[in-house]
């Protein structure tokens, strides 16, 4: 096969532009071959489940999946039961990104949440807590928080505890969309078992597609009930792969000598460079702290047309002039560097 794109062609769009990370590509090649048990029942799988023990504790159960829409509603459905309902940020993927996934698959009503840096408090949550009780009204059973969020913004250590415990106390769980997972870890300078299983968290979606994987997503139950229901859960939302060992071989490969913190650190430290540029830019703000790999800015209209000549990336707030750039495991510095280029060329500043 030729190769139909050109990969000195680099955009700000999305993590998920990015390709494989050559070591993970390594890794499939080195669990190819031979005649392997599949659906889960091999080696790859059960040495990711042992890893996944050693870093957030020996209840954890691991679900590798292919997508991250797919571990969500399976996460929601497991977590749920049918009369209850799910508060999120209005911004949550699950709201915003997932067409009707949650409500169609998941059966499940979402009751959002506006909040100003896509993160939830116990007081925003609360708002949502009005009707319980009443059974004309929905039921709150789960809280959905992605970490980072949407706006690239993180929730530290103590947000996350104070979330579970109100959860725990309301007879709900706390669910963690952790797409970018390792983007957060790093950012907050802890590790997952702070962060996740010792805060209470009833289960998270470790996300590796954004991060360096091949349609590699794993869903980690904290919560013994939930783990007893996922492994049917998983097949009936079409999410269980016969060849699992190469999603389980790629998480292996990931954790190795940290590469998976490696490359969120990378790619971090890439939005800083790209933001601490933009500081200078007058006609510019910075509409997010930038605490992850996503930078949210607003800019002039002609600004942002003349930058869609050249570059893909999301006009995410069109009436505010507002657009997210995403750095990721591979934007090198030259990328970030050419584009500030770009940008004060098209905000005149040159
Ligand atoms: C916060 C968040 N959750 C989940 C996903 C996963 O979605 P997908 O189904 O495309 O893998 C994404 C993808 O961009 C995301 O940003």
């Known amino acids: 096969m030729n190769r139909l794109h050109d990969p000195a062609h680099y955009t700000f769009a999305s993590d998920n532009y990015s390709g494989v990370h050559p070591r993970i590509l390594a890794a499939?090649?080195?669990?190819?071959?031979?005649?392997?048990?599949?659906?889960?029942d091999d080696i790859y799988t059960q040495t990711l489940q042992h890893k996944l023990c050693e870093l957030f504790g020996h209840q954890a159960r691991a679900f590798p999946m292919f997508n991250g829409t797919g571990a969500n509603v399976t996460a929601l459905q497991a977590l749920v039961p049918r009369c209850g309902a799910v508060i999120c940020a209005e911004s949550a993927h699950i709201n915003v990104d997932e067409g009707v996934a949650p409500e169609h698959?998941?059966?499940?009503?979402?009751?959002?949440?506006?909040?100003?840096?896509g993160k939830l408090?116990?007081?925003l949550v609360a708002t949502q807590m009005l009707n319980q009780g009443i059974v004309h009204h929905p039921q709150a059973r789960l809280v959905y928080i992605s970490q980072p969020?949407?706006?690239?913004?993180?929730y530290r250590i103590d947000e996350i505890q104070a979330l579970a415990d109100y959860c725990h106390q309301h007879e709900m769980k706390l669910y963690v969309d952790g797409a970018r997972l390792a983007n957060a870890v790093v950012s907050l300078n802890t590790d997952v078992k702070t962060m996740i299983t010792d805060t209470g968290v009833d289960m998270l979606n470790l996300g590796g597609t954004k991060n360096g994987l091949l349609?590699?997503?794993?869903?980690?139950?904290?919560?013994?009930?939930?783990s007893t229901v996922l492994p049917y859960l998983r097949k009936s939302n079409a999410q269980l792969s016969s060849k699992m060992r190469f999603i389980s071989a790629q998480f292996l490969a990931w954790f190795e000598q940290d590469l998976w913190l490696q490359l969120a650190r990378h790619s971090n430290s890439q939005a800083q460079r790209l933001a601490q540029a933009l500081t200078s830019i007058e006609t510019i703000t910075i509409t997010q702290p930038v605490e992850a790999n996503a930078v949210f800015a607003r800019l002039p209209a002609a600004a942002?047309?003349?930058?869609?000549?050249?570059y893909h990336f999301y006009d995410w707030d069109q009436t505010q002039g507002e657009v997210r750039w995403m750095t990721s495991f591979d934007t090198l510095p030259e990328h970030v560097d050419q584009f500030i280029m770009a940008i004060k060329q098209a905000c005149n500043t040159l």
Not at 105 to 117: A, E, H, N, R, Y
């Open 105 to 117: 698959m998941g059966g499940i009503k979402l009751l959002s949440v506006k909040t100003p840096d």
């Open 304 to 310: 942002r047309q003349q930058l869609h000549q050249h």
């Open 121 to 123: 408090t116990p007081a």
């Open 28 to 40: 499939l090649n080195t669990a190819n071959g031979g005649s392997v048990a599949a659906y889960g």
């Open 215 to 226: 349609q590699a997503e794993c869903l980690i139950s904290l919560c013994d009930e939930a």
């Open 149 to 154: 969020t949407e706006y690239g913004t993180c």
